[in-house]
């Protein structure tokens, strides 16, 4: 079966997954486009020499016929009316992260969720997908290194865009550390706290660069994760899960060694989009497949509410410098057996 999709927000990630369905991955058609600018809407088709349809909004494209599944790839403040109307209409969407903006708009999609009865939300939190992410999380599962007691984390990327600002180290950049430890280490947050050490001069003006943010989990897991978008060396991220037997850490992407110039070198990467291309795929695959059964898999829309109390926390935790609680209400039945 093909999963016909509408896409939108037809900007760079929603013109890269278009991309992906139509040349990478079997089971899914791109037949319908929305964005803000038509005329990028347009243009996402023409690239890939496509015959879908435009249409003005994206509520309207969700009501059509044509469209049995959706992808919310626009701006992050106008994901929610979007994933609430295919959830209303019962077409299973998937929504780049973050799902919305606000913990209170993530609720609006969990009520909706479950008062439709069934899932339909998958939120574009791709590490669960990485393979390396994947293999860490089967050895702590197996009991490997005994119960994890402590992880160490590090989120560093070579420099970053004139517009980023200090909260958006957690909005745009921890968030995927949120979300996937909560995953690997299948627990909740419950406080966080936020210290800033010595400045690098590489951040520009008002920026406050590098960051460690150390969050308490429900069953006492310590984590520390240092956020430095000003590194220079490239985008490099660390894992480490210390347990009451052992240490598991997050794989190195695969590169090739070199000896050469009396020195024996790795590379490293130094775009975010290298990093996890594969996982894209594998989300998106996850995604038409359970569309093709009416239904949705992988990070739950819980989950996008969940990192949203935890994300909003950590901002409350940079400007207070104090311990902060996360506030997360108990996970409904709904979402016990989800991703
Ligand atoms: P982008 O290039 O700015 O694309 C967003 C597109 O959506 C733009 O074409 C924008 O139009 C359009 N848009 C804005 N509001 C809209 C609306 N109400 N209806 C329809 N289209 C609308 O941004 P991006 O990098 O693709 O990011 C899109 C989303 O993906 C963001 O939420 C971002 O956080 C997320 N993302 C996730 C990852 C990941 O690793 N999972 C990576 C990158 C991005 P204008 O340009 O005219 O405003």
Same mark, same amino acid.
């Given at each position: 079966?093909?999963?016909?999709?509408?896409?939108?927000?037809?900007?760079?990630?929603?013109?890269?997954?278009?991309?992906?369905?139509?040349?990478?991955?079997?089971?899914?058609?791109?037949?319908?486009?929305?964005?803000?600018?038509?005329?990028?809407?347009?243009?996402?088709?023409?690239?890939?020499?496509?015959?879908?349809?435009?249409?003005?909004?994206?509520?309207?494209?969700?009501?059509?016929?044509?469209?049995?599944?959706?992808?919310?790839?626009?701006?992050?403040?106008?994901?929610?009316?979007?994933?609430?109307?295919?959830?209303?209409?019962?077409?299973?969407?998937?929504?780049?992260?973050?799902?919305?903006?606000?913990?209170?708009?993530?609720?609006?999609?969990?009520?909706?969720?479950?008062?439709?009865?069934?899932?339909?939300?998958?939120?574009?939190?791709?590490?669960?997908?990485?393979?390396?992410?994947?293999?860490?999380?089967?050895?702590?599962?197996?009991?490997?290194?005994?119960?994890?007691?402590?992880?160490?984390?590090?989120?560093?990327?070579?420099?970053?865009?004139?517009?980023?600002?200090?909260?958006?180290?957690?909005?745009?950049?921890?968030?995927?550390?949120?979300?996937?430890?909560?995953?690997?280490?299948?627990?909740?947050?419950?406080?966080?706290?936020?210290?800033?050490?010595?400045?690098?001069?590489?951040?520009?003006?008002?920026? =406050?660069? &590098?960051?460690?943010?150390? %969050?308490? +989990?429900?069953? *006492?897991? $310590?984590?520390?994760? #240092? /956020?430095? @978008?000003?590194?220079?060396?490239?985008?490099?991220?660390?894992?480490?899960?210390?347990?009451?037997?052992?240490?598991? =850490?997050? &794989?190195?992407?695969?590169? %090739?060694? +070199?000896?050469? *110039?009396? $020195?024996?070198?790795? #590379? /490293?990467? @130094?775009?975010?989009?290298?990093?996890?291309?594969?996982?894209?795929?594998?989300?998106?695959?996850?995604?038409?497949?359970?569309?093709?059964?009416?239904?949705?898999?992988?990070?739950?829309?819980?989950?996008?509410?969940?990192?949203?109390?935890?994300?909003?926390?950590?901002?409350?935790?940079?400007?207070?410098?104090?311990?902060?609680?996360?506030?997360?209400?108990?996970?409904?039945?709904?979402?016990?057996?989800?991703?």
């Amino acid at each position: 079966m093909t999963v016909n999709i509408g896409v939108i927000g037809t900007g760079a990630i929603g013109r890269d997954h278009m991309r992906r369905i139509t040349q990478t991955l079997a089971g899914g058609a791109i037949v319908a486009v929305s964005d803000v600018n038509r005329g990028a809407a347009e243009a996402s088709l023409a690239a890939l020499d496509l015959d879908g349809e435009v249409f003005a909004t994206g509520a309207e494209l969700v009501a059509s016929p044509k469209v049995d599944a959706v992808l919310v790839t626009s701006w992050g403040g106008a994901h929610e009316p979007d994933v609430l109307s295919a959830v209303k209409a019962g077409k299973p969407v998937f929504c780049e992260k973050p799902l919305a903006t606000t913990a209170q708009g993530c609720r609006n999609i969990v009520e909706a969720e479950i008062a439709g009865g069934r899932r339909l939300v998958q939120v574009g939190f791709m590490r669960r997908y990485d393979a390396g992410y994947r293999m860490l999380k089967t050895m702590i599962d197996a009991g490997t290194i005994g119960a994890p007691l402590m992880v160490h984390g590090a989120h560093r990327n070579p420099t970053v865009g004139a517009n980023y600002t200090t909260d958006m180290a957690i909005h745009d950049t921890l968030i995927h550390e949120i979300d996937v430890l909560r995953w690997l280490l299948d627990d909740d947050y419950r406080s966080v706290q936020v210290v800033f050490p010595r400045r690098t001069p590489n951040a520009r003006e008002g920026l =406050r660069d &590098p960051q460690v943010v150390m %969050i308490e +989990t429900v069953k *006492g897991v $310590r984590i520390d994760v #240092e /956020i430095f @978008v000003n590194c220079v060396y490239g985008y490099d991220i660390q894992c480490e899960i210390v347990g009451e037997t052992g240490i598991a =850490r997050l &794989p190195e992407p695969m590169s %090739i060694q +070199t000896r050469s *110039g009396a $020195r024996l070198s790795n #590379e /490293i990467l @130094v775009d975010w989009k290298d990093r996890f291309i594969d996982s894209y795929d594998v989300e998106l695959k996850d995604f038409l497949a359970a569309a093709a059964r009416g239904t949705a898999s992988g990070p739950t829309a819980w989950d996008g509410f969940a990192a949203a109390v935890a994300a909003d926390a950590c901002v409350k935790a940079q400007g207070s410098g104090a311990i902060e609680p996360v506030a997360m209400p108990e996970r409904p039945a709904f979402y016990a057996f989800g991703a």
